[in-house]
C-alpha cells in the first residue's frame, strides 16, 4: 500500500513568515510522529500522535511550533514567525499502535532564508 | 535524557569490504532499531531488536543487541554500492508510555568503486 507522504519537498520562506507542513500516513496507523533533521545531523523528536490521546508535545522546541491532526489521520506541523534555525528537513512518521516500527515520509526540506 | 552514540561517524570503504558500526548508550534501551537513509529520502527501518542478546539477519545485514542492553551493533557483508548511505540507530527511552524514538548522529557509508 502507500507509505507516508509529505507535502511540499521543497519550502522556501522569508524569516517572520508562517509555514504550514502536511502529512498523511499510512492507512491505519494510530500514531504519528514528527521529527526535524538538521543538515548532517540525527532527527530530534518534535511531537507525537496516538488516537484520540493527547498529543506528546515535549519536543517542540518553541511556542512557535504547533502540530494537529485532524480526523485521526492527516496531520500538519506549523511554524510561525520562521527563524533562520528553523531551516531543516522536517520528517513525518506513523507506525501501528503501541510498535516502534516507524516508517518515514521523505520529509519537507524547509529553508528560511 | 537518554542518548545514542554512534561510532564511527564515517566510513569510506571499498567495494566488497564488510562493514561494523556500533551504537552505545549510558542507560538501557529495550528496543533497537536500525535505520538507512538515503539522499532525499526518509530513513527506512533494516533492522529490529527486541531482546538482549538478539542477533538478527536482513539479507547481508547482520544486527545484535548488546547483553548490557547499553549498545548495538550492524554488521553488512560484502558491500555494494547500494549500501551508500547513512545508516542509524534509534530507540524508545526507558519512560512508561514513550512512543517518541532517540536517535544516534549517524555513520556515513561511502563506497570507493
Known amino acids: 500500500g502507500a507509505g507516508v507522504s509529505q507535502s511540499p519537498s521543497n519550502k522556501v520562506t522569508e524569516k517572520g513568515k508562517d509555514v504550514e507542513l502536511r502529512c498523511d500516513p499510512i492507512?491505519?496507523?494510530?500514531?504519528l510522529y514528527w521529527y526535524r533533521q538538521s543538515l548532517g545531523q540525527g532527527l530530534e523528536f518534535l511531537i507525537y500522535?496516538?488516537?484520540?490521546?493527547?498529543?506528546?508535545k515535549s519536543g517542540l522546541p518553541s511556542d512557535r511550533f504547533s502540530a494537529e491532526r485532524t480526523g485521526g489521520s492527516v496531520s500538519t506541523l506549523t511554524i510561525q514567525r520562521t527563524q533562520q534555525e528553523d531551516s531543516a528537513v522536517y520528517l513525518c512518521?506513523?507506525?501501528?499502535?503501541?510498535?516502534?516500527?516507524?516508517?518515514f515520509g521523505p520529509g519537507t526540506r524547509l529553508t528560511v532564508l | 535524557g537518554q542518548q545514542l552514540n554512534q561510532s564511527p561517524q564515517s566510513m569510506f570503504i571499498q567495494e566488497g569490504e564488510d562493514v561494523s558500526m556500533n551504537c552505545t548508550s549510558s542507560?538501557?534501551?529495550?528496543?533497537w532499531l536500525w535505520y538507512k537513509q538515503d539522499p532525499g529520502e526518509g530513513p527506512v527501518l533494516l533492522i529490529a531488536?527486541?531482546?538482549?542478546?538478539e542477533l538478527t539477519s536482513n539479507g547481508r545485514l547482520t544486527a545484535q543487541f548488546g547483553i548490557t542492553r547499553k549498545d548495538s551493533f550492524l554488521n553488512i557483508s560484502a558491500s555494494i554500492p547500494s549500501d551508500v548511505g547513512i545508516y542509524f540507530c534509534?530507540?524508545?527511552?526507558?519512560?512508561?508510555?514513550?512512543?517518541?524514538?532517540?536517535f544516534g548522529q549517524g555513520t556515513r557509508l561511502t563506497i570507493n568503486p
Open positions: 512518521a506513523s507506525s501501528l499502535a503501541v510498535q516502534y516500527e516507524q516508517f
Open positions: 492507512s491505519g496507523h494510530t500514531a
Open positions: 500522535f496516538q488516537g484520540n490521546s493527547a498529543p506528546d
Open positions: 542507560s538501557i534501551f529495550n528496543t
Open positions: 531488536l527486541y531482546k538482549a542478546g
Open positions: 534509534a530507540g524508545p527511552p526507558i519512560i512508561q508510555g514513550a512512543q517518541k524514538l532517540v
